[in-house]
C-alpha cells in the first residue's frame, strides 16, 4: 500500500467552528507532514513530525493545531479560521527526514473553504 | 520560504514536442526533486537527483543537475495531454524539510 489518504476531501466551515484534518498512511512511514497550498502557489510546509513527534513548526498561528496519535495516523486541528485559510491542505508522508533520499508521498488534499 | 525559482512559469507545447523546465535554488542541498501536480490534486514523486550526481532519467524524463550553477532542469520526452500538470522543484538541505519552488504549468494540446 504505497497511499496516503486524506480525509474529507472537501470542507466549509464557519469562523467560529471547530474541525479536524485526517490523514493516514500504512508504508511504515516514520516521518509526516502537512503543507498549505493556495491556488498558484507552491505547497507551503507547516509541521513536520517524525517518529510521532513534532519535529518543525514553521511558525503557524496556533489556530491550527497538528497531533500524530500514532505512526500511521496524522491529524489537523482547526479552530477560529480565517476566511484566508482558506486552501488546499495536503499531506505527505516519508521513510525519515533529512536522510538526504527523501522522497515524500503525498494525500490527495482537503479543499478547504471558510466563511 | 522558497528554495527554486522555476522557469518558465507556463509552457503551451503540443502532443509529441518536448518540454524542457528549468529550476534554480540559492543555497547548498543534499539533492532536488521534482514533482508533478494536476490540476487540485496531491503531488506525485517524480525523480530525485543527489548532489553528487550530474544526470538521471526515468522513463521520458531526463533531469539534470548542476550544482555550479545552483540550477537544475527536466526534460519530457515527446509530451503527451496526459502531461499537462503543474511541475515543481523542491530542495533538501541539511537540516530542513523540502522547500518547493513556484512551479512550472505545462500545458500539453493534442
Known amino acids: 500500500d504505497t497511499e496516503v489518504t486524506q480525509t474529507p476531501k472537501h470542507l466549509v466551515m464557519g469562523m467560529t467552528n471547530k474541525k479536524s484534518l485526517k490523514c493516514e498512511q500504512h508504508m511504515g512511514h516514520r516521518a509526516m507532514y502537512w503543507y498549505k497550498q493556495k491556488a498558484k502557489k507552491p505547497p507551503e510546509l507547516m509541521f513536520v513530525?517524525?517518529?510521532?513527534?513534532?519535529?518543525i513548526n514553521e511558525s503557524v498561528p496556533s489556530r491550527f493545531s497538528p497531533e500524530c496519535p500514532n505512526s500511521s495516523l496524522l491529524n489537523l486541528h482547526l479552530h477560529a479560521l480565517q476566511p484566508e485559510d482558506s486552501a488546499l491542505y495536503l499531506c505527505a508522508s516519508s521513510q525519515v527526514i533529512l536522510a538526504g533520499n527523501n522522497e515524500q508521498f503525498f494525500g490527495p488534499g482537503t479543499r478547504l473553504t471558510v466563511l | 520560504s522558497q528554495q527554486g525559482e522555476e522557469d518558465p512559469q507556463a509552457l503551451s507545447i503540443q502532443e509529441g514536442e518536448n518540454a524542457t523546465m528549468n529550476c534554480s535554488y540559492k543555497?547548498?542541498?543534499?539533492?532536488l526533486q521534482w514533482y508533478r501536480q494536476n490540476s487540485g490534486r496531491g503531488l506525485v514523486h517524480l525523480i530525485l537527483?543527489?548532489?553528487?550526481?550530474r544526470e538521471k532519467h526515468s522513463g521520458r524524463l531526463r533531469v539534470t543537475l548542476d550544482t555550479s550553477k545552483k540550477s537544475s532542469s527536466l526534460l519530457i520526452t515527446a509530451s503527451r495531454a496526459a502531461d499537462t500538470a503543474s511541475y515543481f522543484c523542491a530542495t533538501e538541505q541539511a537540516g530542513t524539510a523540502l522547500i518547493f519552488g513556484k512551479g512550472t504549468t505545462l500545458s500539453v494540446s493534442s
Open positions: 513530525y517524525s517518529y510521532e513527534k513534532l519535529s
Open positions: 543555497t547548498s542541498i543534499n539533492n
Open positions: 537527483i543527489r548532489s553528487n550526481e
